[in-house]
T-cell receptor, first 112, second 113 residues
Framework: GNSVTQMEGPVTLSEEAFLTINCTYT??????LFWYVQYPGEGLQLLLK?????DKGSNKGFEATYRKETTSFHLEKGSVQVSDSAVYFC???????????FGAGTRLAVHP | ETGVTQSPTHLIKTRGQQVTLRCSSQ?????VSWYQQALGQGPQFIFQ???????GRGNFPPRFSGLQFPNYSSELNVNALELDDSALYLC????????????FGPGTRLLVL
């Protein structure tokens, strides 16, 4: 079945450090891929998405490239801020109806 | 444009009781999906409603049921509550189609004692 695997957290970084959060997936067909972010006490916000191979999603300095050959969608940011501290979820939609399948989430803590 | 709203924000129930959670979809959206997020985990799909009909269901027992109304708002009902039902319940709306972006509400946090 379809699934998403994320690197375990927490990830702890100093402000202005480079961020990578790994995400790999298993899916039939050609899924759309998403990164959602959850700030403390809040619901999920869409961060970025990519709908086909080699697409790059980007938003607020975050980027992720849809790599079909490695079934990956790693999240990157060149310089993190304290305000980026949150839980990040990788997710996919594949075939049938619009059902999101999420990874377990990766908590990011950024210190000044 | 109004985003997705959910009510109540928090709820405490006891085992065996029943609960109803509500969701108002974003303007122009006709599809509502419900997810359960246990503490420290990713959201799990419960079911989806499209134009008042259940459009798909995840691996949840029948005591989880739902409704969608003509204005596309939705309810999630859970009967015979169990301790493991304690979670954040998230509602997401979208404009239909197989891969349309889903927009989430803030969630309802349910605690079952």
């Amino acid at each position: 079945g379809n699934s998403v695997t994320q690197m375990e957290g927490p990830v702890t970084l100093s402000e202005e450090a480079f961020l990578t959060i790994n995400c790999t997936y298993t899916a039939t067909g050609y899924p759309s891929l998403f990164w959602y972010v959850q700030y403390p006490g809040e619901g999920l916000q869409l961060l970025l998405k990519a709908t086909k191979a080699d697409d790059k999603g980007s938003n607020k300095g975050f980027e992720a490239t849809y790599r079909k050959e490695t079934t990956s969608f790693h999240l990157e940011k060149g310089s993190v801020q304290v305000s980026d501290s949150a839980v990040y979820f990788c997710a996919l939609v594949s075939g049938g109806y619009n059902k999101l399948i999420f990874g377990a989430g990766t908590r990011l803590a950024v210190h000044p | 444009e109004t985003g997705v709203t959910q009510s109540p924000t928090h709820l405490i129930k006891t085992r065996g009781q029943q609960v109803t959670l509500r969701c108002s979809s974003q303007s122009g959206h006709n599809t509502v999906s419900w997810y359960q997020q246990a503490l420290g985990q990713g959201p799990q799909f419960i079911f989806q409603y499209y134009r008042e009909e259940e459009n798909g269901r995840g691996n949840f027992p029948p005591r989880f049921s739902g409704l969608q109304f003509p204005n596309y708002s939705s309810e999630l009902n859970v009967n015979a509550l169990e301790l493991d039902d304690s979670a954040l319940y998230l509602c997401a709306s979208s404009s239909g189609g197989t891969e349309e972006t889903q927009y989430f509400g803030p969630g309802t946090r349910l605690l079952v004692l």
